[in-house]
């Protein structure tokens, strides 16, 4: 097979599996603007004779769609600012001093990424009650979602501080500069691609959390758009059309974030990958 063949072919691969993939977020948006008839028609509907676009605007008033999303963008910021505040210094020195205690401590560090938040949801809502923190539960919220996603984050720009030369922090203590300064004007603006790309993924973590924000929040108006979603299901649940628009309107924007920054995200993905 010629090298021309095999790209196409695997062109067709990468584009049925992508299909694949793309299929159940596709057939949420298309749910969203069917009836409940056509919703269960036989055979389905790929597209719906009579497009119920109004259901849209109806579910983010009804359902106060406004006030679900700003408490999710809260929660989302306030632990990437929280992640980015402990992590990069965290991540800066488990790059630059290596050793098998650095080693040891990375592996505990990535230990913690496995425990599920289900089972930490007991411990630290118990610490958290007598820590008298569920008096401000967002933040409670933005505490938990901080100790659960900094390993990933960790992990993530150790790579690209490891991806910059340790020469040029050299060069800079030579020419002057402190090792604050060294880190601050050299390393720290030659890494921002990794450190953007990382607190963008947490931010879309964060945003759609859920287990953290059912157990901590008890409040309404404080919930963030997980619980909201949540609220539809129910023992006779039958407004599927409207979880689904409830959904689209939850998940375009992530979805949006996502496609205008893929070309970051992989790069910084694959910072320090190659030497």
């Known amino acids: 097979m010629s090298e021309i063949a095999r790209n196409r072919l695997m062109l067709v691969i990468a584009l049925i599996l992508a299909a694949i993939y ?6 949420m948006y298309v749910t969203a603007l069917k009836t409940g008839s ?6 389905p509907h790929f ?14 008033k009804s359902r106060n769609m406004a006030g679900y999303l700003w408490n999710s963008t809260v929660i ?24 098998a205690w650095v080693d040891a401590g990375l592996f505990l560090i990535l230990m913690l990424q496995v425990l599920p938040a289900s089972l930490m949801i007991t411990p630290i809502f118990v610490g958290f009650s007598q820590a008298g923190l ?18 990933f984050f960790v992990v993530l720009v150790r790579a690209s501080f490891m991806s910059v030369p340790i020469e040029l922090e050299e060069a800079a203590l030579v020419d002057g500069n402190s090792r604050v300064g060294a ?6 603006p030659l890494a921002k691609n990794g450190i953007l790309v990382s607190a963008i993924l947490i931010f879309m973590q964060a945003f759609g959390e859920f287990v953290y924000s059912k157990s901590l929040i008890q409040a309404a108006d404080l919930q963030p ?11 006779n649940t039958n407004e599927w059309n409207s979880i689904m628009a409830y959904a689209t309107i939850y998940v375009t924007p ?4 996502f496609v205008l920054l893929q070309r970051r995200i992989v790069s910084g993905l694959t910072s320090g990958a190659l030497k």
Not at 47 to 59: F, H, I, K, R
Not at 81 to 99: D, K, S, T
Not at 254 to 257: S, T, Y
């Open 22 to 27: 793309l299929f159940p977020l596709y057939w």
């Open 47 to 60: 597209w719906p004779d009579d497009p119920q676009w109004g259901l849209y605007a109806e579910v983010w």
């Open 183 to 188: 880190f601050f004007n050299i390393v720290l």
């Open 225 to 235: 758009a997980s619980v909201g979603l949540y609220a539809f299901m129910g023992p």
């Open 76 to 99: 989302a910021l306030g632990s990437v600012c929280l992640i980015c505040l402990l992590g990069i210094g965290c991540a800066y020195v488990l790059a630059r001093y290596r050793n």
């Open 38 to 43: 056509a919703m269960f028609a036989t055979p």
């Open 254 to 257: 992530i979805l949006a974030i």
């Open 134 to 151: 569920l008096d401000t539960p967002r933040f409670a919220v933005i505490l938990a979602v901080t100790a659960k996603s900094m390993p």
